[in-house]
């Protein structure tokens, strides 16, 4: 797919980089983009080199929640189907499938992403973090514990992603301001207007954890 | 509290008044197996004290089960076709090629020539307004025609594109001013309307209908036009409002499972008990042969109460298939096809005299809620506030526009826009402070307290006159008041069982939908048993268990803790009883406390809860309870629909920032004082007044569900086009709660969803008039409104 974005388009002759330039868009933007599509156009190089997979099922072995863990999927499945899915790690909540909610964010290598719009096959051998891979020996993480203690959650849907989101600014930042944690989770949509809890529970948490 | 018995009943004495400010004793007459009275919340162990979510390590760790999150064996997957057109017949549908498409297990057509399905946007009379006359007609874009399910959602949607319809387009009208014009097109010739059920809102029953408009509903007392021409002073305003999205984070959804002996649902509901009627109703199944489940709940805000019909086409398709089914609706599918607030216009005209007293109110409204009805602007206008002359006048304006539901307060939180912002006119035009104007006309003293300690909180006494700062960025403060009725569902059940291993468990169908239903039962049944909340084990959201009610109208805690608390009280005196002999005393004289049974007058003599348990015959020891007439009656009673004596009250001051270069309000701070009755979990309530505040925040600056007047189709129906408040714009929200006591049941305690979300909008558009000295009358009120506004524009 990236390697199609990147080529020029066959009617028109025109690939997005000529299109960026000659709408004359700020350089600062252009130049932006042109590391982002450069980066791109890496990707592709490399993709078509390899061989192209699909439509039919692949098998992929993801690391997820530090276990080796393999299945068989169609390469068009965004990793939020695949953990949801095959891998039955239903804790992964899909609430807007178009990456606007971020109720579906995992760590990927620590970072938090939304699932559902990056392709399960793109992970590669990236390590993935779920809400189910928190806690250890049956023991909450010390986040999952603050958000109870807060009640920094009401109906719960979009609880695994701020979850996860919190975890990252803690390891990011283990001493965050109020800004630092309204920017972490500013991506993240609750309803039922949790934001208030959700900031003194990862106050707190953090505090606990300065001791 | 001595008891005296009189027959099948008994006198009780209760506190009675706001804790803190002034607790008398009054005299109840209670049902003679009624709990003994409760004391107030600072004498309890467990009620009114922190108590954690008894589903929050569920919902930390991923583990809380929602309705997408359930696979059954052999489970297909179903997808919907919608219409394309906001009006159009269908002249012919062709399933043909959809059945043979690869992995399709069964079609099923839900409005089509041939199709013999319904069209309304529920199959059921007695929950939906409207029914549609020509069965063949779609009469939104988006409306659902056609399910397909398959053993993949993939192979579904590829089947779905497989179905041919021949459509006529038909003209439509989606905007409320155009629909109202002479000579629009006309939505529906004519109207099936049955009243009571869940609309929008209220509706009426038999009010005429010409062309779209429908109506008036109206109501009076007194002679408004004479109080009008004897007022001193009278401000007369209009208003508009838009459509809201309720956005929950969990779409509707529904795994059906429909077996040879009936039918099991595992549902995305608000009422597990009502989708249970209303799934026996649509399939002719009795009550015994349908089950409803909902373990966890991501989220209503009334677009839940009732099932809708991509759930009865799960059903259908899994009786079809012969397996279960799975439906599930996309974020799209959610925005446009799942309800919204109606969008409302009103003129709203208050009288006073110069001492402040209100000669009349006079409310003309117009709201539509598309295809449904119950589009009305609520009672807070007629109730709010002391006034002997009061009429209005509500139409309901039909769009080709999909059908509004019920959200959060719904009448209320367009009405108190209007009044609120009215009655600080009002105060201007007296010279008066808005609090001092309320203080003359509002006879709750619930509000009464509430306003002198929210203006404490929030610093009231250095408001500034209205526009008066300098500068591009201008602080503001306003507030505004709430009302809703204190809402009783009667009859609705709840069991408790003790068994010899001295386990406990608290069952009812009541589904916990976020608000934290579950918790409250845990802690009621452990008050009265001595235990802690956490060794309760709840067993809610299945209709296997006691009917309880539905999670709407901020109902559910005044409606199922009172039989819980009775329940675990006729437990907690067959324990005393059986604990009695051995401890050589009289049941009477034992108490249950701190996981043991104890005697009052020695308190040496005691065994623990478990030991105790462990003397019952069998295995386990069962009581039920429902929930039965306050213990003073009730103010009004329809049916199982009841709202007791008073009205749950609520004040909201706000202080906000406005840059009057970019048109940017700021929400900075909000002061949220509430009355729920006795509050049972103080970390919850306050987690709902967060929720009804941002709701309300939304609804003020942000939120508007848009719908394009030339192709008939939502705009911005996902969350990229439809911004719903964020941790940015959540402001400093200071909750301050009222215990209020009354006497009313075995609990006392009431909701406080609804009444958290009425008044937040009229507060911000108040201190938003405060910041510019220009009064914002529709909404919401967003960059573009602001600088439109502040140039003098409309």
Redesign the interface.
């Known amino acids: 797919m990236a390697g199609k974005k990147a080529r020029a388009h066959p009617a028109s002759g025109l690939s997005r980089r000529s299109f960026l330039t000659g709408t004359g868009a700020a350089t600062a933007v252009a130049a932006a983009f042109d590391a982002a599509l450069s980066s791109v156009a890496q990707a592709a190089a490399n993709a078509e080199e390899s061989q192209i997979s699909g439509p039919g099922a692949v098998a992929v072995a993801l690391r997820v929640n530090g276990i080796l863990r393999t299945a068989s999927i169609e390469p068009r499945m965004t990793l939020a189907e695949v953990l949801r899915g095959p891998l039955a790690l239903t804790g992964v909540k899909v609430a807007c499938d178009q990456g606007a909610c971020s109720a579906c964010t995992v760590l990927i290598d620590g970072t938090p992403i939304a699932s559902c719009s990056l392709l399960a096959v793109d992970v590669g051998d990236r390590s993935i973090t779920t809400i189910e891979g928190l806690a250890s020996d049956g023991k909450l993480h010390p986040l999952q514990e603050a958000f109870i203690a807060h009640d920094a959650l009401q109906c719960g849907f979009c609880t695994p992603g701020l979850v996860m989101s919190c975890v990252a600014l803690l390891e990011r930042i283990p001493h965050p301001t109020e800004a630092d944690v309204k920017a972490a989770i500013s991506g993240h949509l609750c309803r039922c207007g949790s934001y208030p809890h959700v900031v003194d529970a990862v106050l707190a948490a953090a505090q606990a954890r300065r001791g | 509290m001595a008891a005296q018995e009189q027959g099948s009943t008994r006198l009780e004495r209760f506190p009675s008044g706001i804790f803190g400010v002034a607790i008398e004793q009054v005299e109840r007459t209670v049902p003679a197996d009624e709990a003994p009275p409760l004391a107030p919340n600072a004498e309890l162990r467990r009620i009114g004290k922190p108590a ?2 008894w ?12 309705t ?2 359930v ?1 059954l064996p052999g489970m297909l997957h179903a997808r919907l076709l919608r219409a394309p057109l906001p009006h159009a017949r269908i002249r012919a549908l062709d399933v043909d090629a959809a059945e043979r498409a690869p992995g399709v297990r069964a079609v099923h057509v839900i409005v089509g020539p041939h199709g013999g399905g319904t069209a309304s946007a529920s199959a059921d009379e007695d929950v939906q307004a409207t029914r549609r006359v020509d069965e063949a007609v779609a009469v939104y874009a988006g409306m659902a025609v056609a399910a397909v399910a398959a053993v993949s959602p993939e192979a579904a949607e590829e089947a779905i594109r497989r179905i041919k319809v021949d459509w006529q387009p038909l003209p439509f009208v989606v905007d409320m001013d155009q629909a109202r014009a002479d000579g629009a097109p006309v939505v529906f010739q004519k109207l099936a309307v049955s009243v009571g059920g869940q609309a929008a809102g209220l509706v009426q029953a038999d009010l005429p209908l010409k062309g779209n408009v429908r109506g008036p509903a109206t109501s009076a007392r007194g002679d408004a036009a004479a109080g009008l021409a004897a007022a001193d002073v009278v401000v007369d305003g209009e208003y508009r409002t838009q459509a809201q999205s ?6 509707h959804g529904i795994v059906a499972d429909w077996r040879a002996d009936g039918l099991t649902a595992y549902l995305s509901t608000q009422s597990a008990a009502g989708a249970r009627e209303e799934l026996a109703r649509a399939f002719d199944l009795p009550l015994s042969r349908v089950r409803v489940v909902v373990e ?4 209503g ?1 009334g677009s839940k109460l009732t099932i809708g019909p991509y759930a009865l086409a799960a059903a259908a398709l899994s009786r079809k298939a012969q397996a279960p089914v799975r439906l599930t609706l ?2 799209h599918e959610e925005q446009i096809d799942s309800g919204y607030r109606p969008p409302t216009w009103q003129r709203l005209r208050i009288g006073a005299r110069h001492d402040g007293s209100v000669t009349a109110i006079s409310s003309l409204s117009y709201g539509s809620a598309g295809v449904a009805l119950g589009a009305g602007v609520g009672n807070v206008a007629s109730r709010l506030y002391r006034c002997d002359n009061f009429d209005e006048a509500h139409f309901d304006v039909l769009a080709n526009v999909g059908p509004a539901c019920a959200m959060r307060a719904p009448g209320a939180v367009p009405g108190a826009f209007a009044l609120e912002q009215a009655i600080d006119e009002l105060a201007e035009k007296l010279g008066l402070d808005p609090i001092a104007l309320r203080d003359r006309i509002d006879p709750s003293p619930l509000r009464r307290e509430e306003r002198r300690l929210g203006a404490e909180r929030i610093g009231w006494s250095r408001r500034h006159a209205a526009g008066a700062e300098p500068g591009p960025i201008k602080t503001g403060l306003g507030m505004a008041q709430s009302l809703w009725g204190a809402n009783v569902q009667v009859g609705v059940a709840c069991e408790v069982r003790l068994f010899r291993d001295g386990s406990v468990e608290v069952r009812s169908s009541v589904q916990d ?4 239903t579950g918790t409250v039962l845990a802690q009621v049944v452990a008050e009265e048993l001595g235990l802690a909340p956490q060794d309760v084990t709840v067993r809610i959201g299945d209709t296997e268990f006691p009917a309880g009610p539905g999670s709407g109208g901020s109902r559910a805690t005044a409606s199922i803790t009172p039989p819980a608390r009775n329940a675990a009280d006729r437990i907690r005196r067959q324990l005393c009883a059986l604990a009695a002999a051995s401890l050589g005393t009289a049941p009477d004289d034992l108490e249950a406390r701190d996981g043991r049974i104890a005697s009052l007058s020695d308190p040496a003599r005691s065994m623990t809860f478990r030991e105790a348990a462990a003397r019952m015959d069998g295995e386990q020891l069962v009581a039920l309870s429902s929930r039965g007439d306050d213990y003073a009656g009730f103010r009004a009673r329809a049916g199982a629909s009841a709202a007791a004596l008073g009205d749950l009250g609520g004040v909201q001051f706000v202080e906000v920032t406005v840059d009057v270069e970019t048109g940017l309000v700021r929400v900075e701070r909000v002061v949220a004082a509430h009355d729920c009755g006795r509050p049972l979990n103080p ?2 309530l ?3 007044v ?6 309300g925040l939304g609804y003020a600056l942000i939120e508007q569900r848009l719908t394009d007047r030339q192709t008939g189709r939502i705009v911005n129906g ?3 086009g439809y911004k ?5 714009e ?1 402001p ?2 200071d909750v301050l709660l009222l215990e209020n006591y009354q006497g009313f049941s075995a609990t006392d305690a009431y909701g406080i969803a609804e009444p958290a979300t009425i008044p937040t909008a009229p507060a911000i558009a108040n201190a938003v008039y405060n910041a510019i000295g220009v009064r914002l009358r529709a909404l919401p009120m967003n960059r573009a409104a602001l600088l439109a506004a502040l140039a003098g524009g409309p």
Do not use: W
Not at chain 2, 724 to 728: D, E, H, L, R, S
């Open positions: 954690r979510r589903n929050g390590e569920q919902k930390v760790t991923g583990a809380a089960r929602y997408a999150d696979v309720h956005c929950c984070l969990e779409p966890a709940m991501g989220g805000f996309d974020r939908i976020g608000t934290g970390a919850q306050e987690s709902q967060h929720g009804g505040v941002m709701l996902d969350f990229e719903v408040p964020g941790a940015f959540a400093k929200i």
